[in-house]
């Protein structure tokens, strides 16, 4: 058992509203940093090799966390093959797995606060963010997949000829989750709890930078009454066990989140035992705002789409397509609104702008900021390192560039941190194909007031999720996911279900 320190600020109270409790100024929890979960069992990598886990915030290491590497991914899908072939897993009945979905739900929101706290010293999420949303919205996502549980069913098929014909959807085998560091625990529910439901075993890869809340989560699938076997966490390297569970021939299927880049190598070297994949990869989101919009809650929906979670968010409205003629009064309320977002201790249940996740992340979003001023955009707030408190941590200032042409560097590329390109447009047309010109396609957004432009523009937007005078609502029953270079395959919803099931054909010769 290793105990997370505690920074000297932490608050003596979790972010309102309620459901909160306390978090006391030293925290120990039962996280097994040290460990991997295979089998049941916590054990140490088989090489006994570990890595620093490190708060962005202060700099400090957190824990040692096991690097787990091939022989433990051969380890781990074993247990994970083990318990998908072999009862209680195989014959269990699909209201008992509801039963069991729920309760790591009922689970999640009884330890919210110390799983929230993880989060936060984690990835330097706010804690109001990580207390108020994401950790309720893992709990939903179990909750949500209880019900589907027992719902899930084939078809009769009216076939030629005297035969009987129908279908059965199968769970697809070991699902190897490999996640994101930006949502660690809400990206890893929104994969596991789909795939238990559908009867698959688990094993769950978070990121090397915020693997605490998957390991706590482990504790707590146990705690649940889950067999041994069918969840299982991985934590090391993505080259290391990451790219052999991609390549393991005992793994069934890949749901990946991260980067483009990484989901065309996972694509290339999954080709290799030609398995499953559903990949939710990067975004360049179009936030559009049409001349005839409600301009105060425009500019609010503009700033809470791009700084949300530092702007560390695949689907952020990271270009602000403004119409002419309102440019300057929304420039004016977005620019005002992000002076006032100033970066803190993210452990402040007041702090609406945490530190950006690492020091490569820090450098990287630096050195878009950079691109952006020589490309001739204008700076109109941020584009420097924030400093809080003694100093440390990854701090930035929310950014705002005006006059961003669409070619520009900062306009074509991820950025993933907290800066809003604005660009401006006449008509709608040119909206609308302005919005489109990117290799990316996960999410856009429309404000106006007109209902009809409001759904013409939905349909001409090439994006898995248009939002209507709103930005980043998402819900266990909303299919997400990407057109384009964002991705395929949906999390969420039904659609969901697709992903860790598969169709079989039973036919009967009935003469
Ligand atoms: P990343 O691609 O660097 O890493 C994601 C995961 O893949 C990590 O667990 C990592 O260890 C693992 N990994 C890295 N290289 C690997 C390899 N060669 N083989 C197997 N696994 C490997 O992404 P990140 O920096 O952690 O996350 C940020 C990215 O994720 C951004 O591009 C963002 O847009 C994207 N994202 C997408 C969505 C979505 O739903 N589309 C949601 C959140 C984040």
Same mark, same amino acid.
């Given at each position: 058992?290793?105990?997370?320190?505690?920074?000297?600020?932490?608050?003596?109270?979790?972010?309102?509203?309620?459901?909160?409790?306390?978090?006391?100024?030293?925290?120990?929890?039962?996280?097994?940093?040290?460990?991997?979960?295979?089998?049941?069992?916590?054990?140490?990598?088989?090489? %006994? =090799?570990?890595? +620093?886990?490190?708060?962005?915030?202060?700099?400090?290491? *957190? #824990?040692? !966390?096991?690097?787990?590497? /091939?022989?433990?991914?051969?380890?781990?899908?074993?247990?994970?093959?083990?318990?998908?072939?072999?009862?209680?897993?195989?014959?269990?009945?699909?209201?008992?797995?509801?039963?069991?979905?729920?309760?790591?739900?009922?689970?999640?929101?009884?330890?919210?606060?110390?799983?929230?706290?993880?989060?936060?010293?984690?990835? %330097? =999420?706010?804690? +109001?963010?990580?207390?108020?949303?994401?950790?309720?919205? *893992? #709990?939903? !996502?179990?909750?949500?997949? /209880?019900?589907?549980?027992?719902?899930?069913?084939?078809?009769?098929?009216?076939?030629?000829?005297?035969?009987?014909?129908?279908?059965?959807?199968?769970?697809?085998?070991?699902?190897?989750?490999?996640?994101?560091?930006?949502?660690?625990?809400?990206?890893?529910?929104?994969?596991?709890?789909?795939?238990?439901?559908?009867?698959?075993?688990?094993?769950?890869?978070?990121?090397?930078?915020?693997?605490?809340?998957?390991?706590?989560?482990?504790?707590?699938?146990?705690?649940?009454?889950?067999?041994?076997?069918?969840?299982?966490?991985?934590?090391?390297?993505?080259?290391?066990?990451?790219?052999?569970?991609?390549?393991?021939?005992?793994?069934?299927?890949?749901?990946?989140?991260?980067?483009?880049?990484?989901?065309?190598?996972?694509?290339?070297?999954?080709?290799?035992?030609?398995?499953?994949?559903?990949?939710?990869?990067?975004?360049?989101?179009?936030?559009?705002?049409?001349?005839?919009?409600?301009?105060?809650?425009?500019?609010?929906?503009?700033?809470?789409?791009?700084?949300?979670?530092?702007?560390?968010?695949?689907?952020?409205?990271?270009?602000?397509?403004?119409?002419?003629?309102?440019?300057?009064?929304?420039?004016?309320?977005?620019?005002?609104?992000?002076?006032?977002?100033?970066?803190?201790?993210?452990?402040?249940?007041?702090?609406?702008?945490?530190?950006?996740?690492?020091?490569?992340?820090?450098?990287?979003?630096?050195?878009?900021?950079?691109?952006?001023?020589?490309?001739?955009?204008?700076?109109?707030?941020?584009?420097?390192?924030?400093?809080?408190?003694?100093?440390?941590?990854?701090?930035?200032?929310?950014?705002?560039?005006?006059?961003?042409?669409?070619?520009?560097?900062?306009?074509?590329?991820?950025?993933?941190?907290?800066?809003?390109?604005?660009?401006?447009?006449?008509?709608?047309?040119?909206?609308?194909?302005?919005?489109?010109?990117?290799?990316?396609?996960?999410?856009?957004?429309?404000?106006?007031?007109?209902?009809?432009?409001?759904?013409?523009?939905?349909?001409?937007?090439?994006?898995?999720?248009?939002?209507?005078?709103?930005?980043?609502?998402?819900?266990?029953?909303?299919?997400?996911?990407?057109?384009?270079?964002?991705?395929?395959?949906?999390?969420?919803?039904?659609?969901?279900?697709?992903?860790?099931?598969?169709?079989?054909?039973?036919?009967?010769?009935?003469?």
């Amino acid at each position: 058992m290793a105990s997370v320190p505690a920074p000297s600020s932490a608050p003596s109270s979790a972010a309102s509203p309620a459901p909160s409790a306390n978090v006391p100024t030293t925290m120990t929890f039962p996280v097994k940093a040290g460990r991997l979960l295979i089998g049941g069992r916590w054990v140490d990598a088989l090489a %006994g =090799k570990t890595f +620093a886990d490190v708060n962005p915030a202060t700099e400090e290491i *957190v #824990a040692q !966390i096991a690097a787990g590497e /091939a022989e433990d991914t051969d380890a781990a899908v074993a247990a994970a093959r083990k318990a998908f072939e072999e009862k209680p897993w195989a014959t269990m009945a699909a209201a008992d797995r509801a039963k069991l979905l729920w309760k790591i739900g009922d689970l999640v929101m009884k330890h919210a606060d110390e799983l929230a706290y993880l989060e936060t010293i984690d990835c %330097g =999420k706010p804690i +109001a963010e990580s207390r108020n949303i994401d950790i309720p919205m *893992v #709990a939903e !996502i179990f909750y949500y997949y /209880a019900g589907w549980a027992t719902k899930i069913s084939g078809d009769t098929i009216p076939v030629r000829g005297n035969f009987f014909a129908y279908t059965l959807r199968e769970p697809v085998g070991v699902v190897a989750a490999i996640t994101p560091w930006n949502f660690p625990l809400l990206l890893a529910a929104w994969k596991i709890a789909p795939a238990l439901c559908a009867g698959n075993t688990v094993i769950l890869k978070p990121s090397s930078n915020t693997p605490l809340t998957a390991l706590r989560f482990g504790e707590l699938v146990q705690e649940a009454g889950v067999p041994d076997g069918v969840f299982n966490v991985l934590t090391g390297s993505g080259r290391g066990c990451g790219m052999a569970l991609v390549r393991h021939p005992g793994v069934d299927k890949i749901a990946f989140t991260g980067e483009t880049s990484t989901g065309q190598m996972i694509m290339r070297e999954a080709a290799g035992t030609v398995k499953k994949l559903s990949l939710e990869l990067g975004g360049k989101s179009p936030n559009i705002i049409l001349a005839d919009a409600d301009v105060d809650a425009a500019a609010r929906g503009a700033v809470s789409g791009i700084f949300y979670n530092k702007g560390e968010v695949c689907a952020a409205g990271s270009r602000l397509f403004v119409a002419a003629s309102v440019h300057d009064a929304v420039v004016e309320q977005v620019v005002a609104r992000a002076k006032k977002m100033v970066p803190g201790d993210p452990l402040d249940p007041k702090t609406r702008m945490g530190p950006v996740a690492g020091k490569d992340q820090f450098e990287k979003v630096l050195g878009y900021c950079q691109a952006g001023k020589a490309e001739g955009a204008a700076l109109k707030t941020g584009g420097e390192r924030a400093v809080v408190g003694a100093g440390k941590g990854w701090f930035i200032h929310p950014t705002v560039f005006d006059g961003v042409k669409n070619d520009m560097k900062i306009a074509r590329e991820e950025i993933f941190g907290p800066v809003l390109s604005v660009l401006t447009f006449t008509d709608e047309e040119e909206a609308v194909r302005q919005a489109n010109d990117t290799c990316y396609g996960l999410a856009a957004a429309v404000w106006t007031k007109d209902v009809k432009k409001a759904h013409r523009v939905a349909r001409r937007l090439k994006a898995g999720t248009v939002w209507v005078n709103t930005y980043n609502y998402y819900d266990p029953a909303m299919p997400f996911g990407g057109y384009k270079q964002s991705g395929f395959g949906r999390e969420l919803g039904e659609h969901a279900l697709d992903q860790y099931t598969q169709v079989k054909s039973v036919c009967v010769d009935l003469s």
